[in-house]
Nanobody, 122 residues
Framework: QVQLVESGGGLVQAGDSLRLSCAAS????????LGWFRQAPGKEREFVGS????????YYADSVKGRFTISRDNGKNTMYLQMNNLKPEDTAVYYC???????????????WGQGTQVTVSS
């Protein structure tokens, strides 16, 4: 069982940066690949990016490539999403999720956090 808790969301202006964290409970954090997703009001949940168990491999959605960076610190049981040059269209609730194997795009994940709101004003 893995429990995930996101934090770091907030209200920022376009062009600003924000770093989200995803803290996990349990001693098996390193056994899971992780992903970030987001969901804007009235829209489907969208894949943002994912990272392998040891952090050596990352994937990103085209919409965030070059602006967002995913990293993880297995010693701290935490994953991060560094978001730079934020745009109003990045406004959404951001979720982290965990699964056994690395995946790209929408895929079944075993565990989800409760989400953190990111709002980018123009």
């Amino acid at each position: 069982q893995v429990q995930l808790v996101e934090s770091g969301g907030g209200l920022v202006q376009a062009g600003d940066s924000l770093r989200l964290s995803c803290a996990a409970s349990g001693r098996t954090f390193g056994a899971y690949a992780l992903g970030w997703f987001r969901q804007a009001p009235g829209k489907e949940r969208e894949f943002v990016g994912s990272v392998s168990k040891l952090g050596g491999v990352t994937y990103y959605a085209d919409s965030v490539k070059g602006r967002f960076t995913i990293s993880r610190d297995n010693g701290k049981n935490t994953m991060y999403l560094q978001m730079n040059n934020l745009k109003p269209e990045d406004t959404a609730v951001y979720y982290c999720a965990a699964r056994k194997d690395l995946a790209v795009g929408i895929a079944p994940y075993d565990y989800w956090g409760q989400g953190t709101q990111v709002t980018v004003s123009s």
